[in-house]
């Protein structure tokens, strides 16, 4: 017996054929758990049945044959890329972390950012429960783009003026 797949819902985690007695059907199990069966001797224009995966493998004869469609397969990439960067991340940290010769001021300095965020973000709340100064700093936040954009976006030269500013700033902060 040959088995195809069939999406449902744009995903098929994977496609079986079973052979329930002398009836055969084909089932096409979803990523929930649930597969979805359609009797082979009914056609396509046969309802279908909602059954769970376990009994269709209590079955006599099941053949499953896998099958993922592309955006499951693009998403199994994007996976691997991530935890590949998470742990290049990780071991850089690591190895700066043992670099380090004075770990107390470097966890006194993380303590510190970490109260000054979370101060900050209080302050944030508090400003955003008045009634006039959110849309006030909305509009101001709007003004202040448009000038920055119109300053240093929109022609070569200031864009260009831009990152020569940038880049001695960076020099000033690395002192290079």
């Given at each position: 017996m040959a088995a195809t797949a069939a999406a449902i819902g744009g995903q098929v985690a994977s496609c079986s054929v079973?052979?329930?007695?002398?009836?055969p059907a084909a089932a096409v199990s979803r990523a929930d758990g649930f597969s979805m069966?359609?009797?082979a001797l009914g056609?396509?224009?046969s309802p279908l049945r909602l059954q769970t995966s376990r009994a269709a493998s209590e079955s006599k004869r099941v053949l499953l044959v896998s099958a993922k469609t592309k955006t499951e397969v693009e998403v199994e990439e994007v996976q691997s890329e991530v935890a590949d960067a998470a742990n290049d991340l990780?071991?850089?940290?690591?190895?700066?972390?043992?670099?380090?010769?004075?770990?107390?001021?470097?966890?006194?300095?993380?303590?510190?950012a970490f109260v000054t965020l979370w101060g900050s973000f209080?302050?944030?709340?508090?400003?955003?429960?008045?009634p006039f100064l959110p849309g006030l700093f909305e509009l101001v936040g709007i003004l202040v783009t448009g000038w920055f954009t119109y300053r240093y976006l929109i022609f070569k030269p200031d864009r260009e003026e831009l990152l020569k500013k940038i880049d001695e700033t960076k020099s000033k902060i690395t002192g290079q």
């Open positions: 079973v052979a329930l007695g002398s009836r069966r359609r009797s056609g396509l224009g990780l071991k850089s940290v690591q190895e700066s972390w043992e670099k380090t010769d004075d770990k107390l001021a470097i966890s006194s300095l993380g303590f510190a209080g302050l944030v709340g508090a400003i955003d429960k008045l």
